[in-house]
């Protein structure tokens, strides 16, 4: 089976900065998405990584380390429209027919 | 571009009758992906197409479901009869060639369905 955690909720202050892990266990491997989810609203791309280490992204970064199954989405300089679902998303390799799986998400609440 | 278009925006319907979801995808774009977002089951995928043919159906849940792509701007997903348990909110998206390649893929509004 294929297996993705990410915490279920954070809470962080606005201008602060907030780490969302996400771990994964799946049949293979090819590639990371995270994808920002505005309440009502369809997910909109954020971050792919493919290699290990660091993506950087304007105030988002996204970091991946193939041989622990595990990523982080790193938001700095947290601004009140941050508040949002994030979902990770594992993309799995051609045998699997490339299709994404995404984790259940982690709905980020950005306070005053 | 307009983006992904979906319609409709939402739908209400009773348990036994047949729904229609329809999408438009981004002119260009050749890979098509049909979602179910549920608070339960979160994102899955259900089937896609690469050039109007379908790549991986692994996900449609039972027979009640079809998936048809006749053309590159349009596709269609049908549930018949709906059930219910199919009330979800349902995303079409697309991404242009290279998926391998790591293309983002671009999703619709979605469709709200909700099944009494």
């Known amino acids: 089976g294929q297996n993705i955690d990410q915490p279920t909720e954070m809470t962080a202050t606005e201008g602060a900065i907030v780490q969302i892990n996400c771990t994964y266990q799946?049949?293979?491997?090819?590639?990371l998405f995270w994808y920002q989810q505005h309440a009502g609203e369809a997910p909109t791309f954020l971050s792919y990584?493919?290699?290990?280490g660091l993506e950087e992204k304007g105030r988002f970064s996204s970091f991946l380390s193939r041989s622990k199954g595990y990523s982080y989405l790193l938001l700095k300089e947290l601004q009140m429209k941050d508040s949002a679902s994030y979902l990770c998303?594992?993309?799995?390799?051609?045998?699997?027919?490339?299709?994404?799986?995404f984790g259940s998400g982690t709905r980020l609440l950005v306070r005053p | 571009d307009a983006g992904v278009i979906q319609s409709p925006r939402h739908e209400v319907t009773e348990m036994g009758q047949e729904v229609t979801l329809r999408c438009k995808p981004i002119?260009?774009?050749?890979?098509l992906f049909w979602y179910r977002q549920t608070m339960m089951r979160g994102l899955e995928l259900l089937i896609y197409?690469?050039?109007?043919?379908?790549?991986?159906d692994s996900g449609m849940p039972e027979d009640r479901f079809s998936a048809k792509m006749p053309n590159a701007s349009f596709s269609t997903l049908k549930i018949q009869p709906s059930e219910p348990r199919d009330s979800a909110v349902y995303f079409c998206?697309?991404?242009?060639?290279?998926?391998?390649?790591?293309?983002?893929?671009?999703f619709g509004p979605g469709t709200r369905l909700t099944v009494l």
């Open positions: 990584n493919v290699l290990d």
């Open positions: 197409f690469n050039n109007n043919v379908p790549i991986d």
């Open positions: 799946t049949s293979g491997f090819n590639g």
């Open positions: 998206a697309s991404s242009p060639p290279g998926l391998a390649g790591g293309a983002e893929q671009f």
């Open positions: 998303a594992v993309r799995l390799p051609m045998d699997s027919s490339y299709k994404l799986i």
């Open positions: 002119s260009g774009h050749d890979y």
